[in-house]
Structure formats: structure tokens, C-alpha cells
């Protein structure tokens, strides 16, 4: 991802398609969620993955991890160099 992400900062246009809705929100400017076929929303991260959006397409209830005693996780963010 981070060398598709080096394209886009050069001015190219990166195209994929990912089920992982993190690895979409920290590498893709814009979004586009499927349902069923059709496109259910489409731009910003913050707008296209809103507790609306995502609860219609995956049928889900959201909350934080703190609100329901959670432990907190790990999420890797990017490849140290060495």
C-alpha cells in the first residue's frame, strides 16, 4: 500500500478494491461502499464510512471499544525502514 500510495503522490490514479475498511481509511482519499451491487455511498472517508453507511451494509450495530469495556488493539500503521 505504501508504494500505491507513492503513485498518488506523484499525480497518478490508483484504482483497488479492499474488504479491509481500515486499510481504506488510512490509504484511500476516497471511498466508494458497495451493497449489494450497487453504490450505497461514495467520497470522503469520514462520509462514506459513517455508523449509517456502514450499519446498512454490513447489518451492524457500531460502538467504540471503551463503551463496551474493550480492551484496546493494535492497528499496524505502517512499515518501519530497516
Not at 507513492?6 to 490514479?13: L, Q
Not at 481509511?25 to 456502514?54: F, M, P, W
Request: charged residues 20%; negative net charge.
Amino acid at each position: 500500500m505504501q508504494l500505491l500510495s507513492g503513485h498518488c503522490e506523484v499525480g497518478h490514479s490508483i484504482i483497488v478494491v479492499l474488504q479491509d475498511l481500515h486499510l481504506a481509511a488510512h490509504y484511500c482519499h476516497r471511498l466508494q461502499l458497495l451493497y449489494k451491487g450497487a453504490t450505497l455511498a461514495d467520497g470522503e472517508i469520514d462520509e462514506v464510512l459513517s455508523d449509517d453507511n456502514l450499519a446498512a451494509a454490513y447489518a451492524i450495530e457500531l460502538v467504540e471499544p471503551e463503551e463496551v469495556g474493550y480492551p484496546p488493539f493494535i492497528l499496524p500503521w505502517r512499515r518501519l525502514p530497516g
